[in-house]
């Protein structure tokens, strides 16, 4: 993996480290799914399962509330990202942050979030979209008690400044805007990039439909869990049995 400078990002300092306040980041080489080995590729069509249908809301995301364990490395551990699927308008940027004792790392994952048209089982694909679903980033090898954390800028490839996280009290409109799933081993995560409550159109709320499939990624970690009992496997996140057959895709145009 050989991370290259991706210039002129200036990011909100309030949410967590993972965009702070300077004139560079990095960004990571994206590599294709074919390239993969870990046999990832076979389980893409159970993961779309997971995605949210366009603009089908989430009433209640905090049943779908990140468990922060569940990013905290049970094992030292080549992490790899895989881009899974989006819905937006906007043109997203993923980061992350990884840190252990008083070490600390942070990047740009993906610096555009927008899949390609050819990929039809995108929510919202289009012709200037650069990802292909499955496309992935290999972030390198960390250490066991690794705390590992996500966000993103809205419309940030275009210079968008909201940063969006885990905890809704460091979110500019101070709501939810992450989903979290696990399944077969990997956390699955959706992110919500408009601002304020669902259909309010008054600024700065951005009319959002809060269906949290404008950025979708899967991540490969190994986590620090108990064995659950067979009951409970399913909800480790929240994550139900009707969660697992999600509503039919629809490829409309949002307005962002």
Known sequence: MKPKLFTNLIAAAALTSIFSI????????????????????????????????ERTGIDNPSLFKLDPTKLLLAADHDVNIYFLNEGAGFKNQLGFSATKDS?????????????HSRNIDCQIPSND?????????????????TQFDFSIIADGFNGGRYVYGADPASNPD??????????????????????????????PNQN?????????????????????????TLSLLGITVVSLVRFGHHHLSKTD
Do not use: M, W
């Not at 992450?178 to 995560?189: H, I, M, N, R, S």
């Not at 404008?214 to 009951?231: A, G, I, Q, T």
């Open 174 to 203: 101070g709501l939810e805007h992450l989903v979290a799933y696990e399944y077969k081993g990997y956390v699955v995560l959706g992110f919500e990039d408009l601002y304020g409550p669902k259909g309010n159109a008054q600024p």
């Open 129 to 145: 979209g650069v990802l292909n679903i499955g496309d992935y980033v290999e972030l390198g090898t960390f250490k066991k008690g």
């Open 22 to 53: 300077t004139a560079s980041a990095f960004a990571y080489d994206i590599k294709g799914i074919d390239t993969d080995t870990t046999g990832f590729k076979t389980l893409i069509p159970e993961f779309q399962k997971l995605v949210q249908g």
């Open 103 to 115: 070490n600390s790392q942070s990047g740009l994952i993906f610096e555009n979030v927008s899949c």
């Open 208 to 232: 959002s439909d809060r269906d949290f499939n404008d950025v979708v990624f899967v991540v490969d970690l190994p986590v620090v869990k108990e064995v659950p009992e067979p009951s409970t």
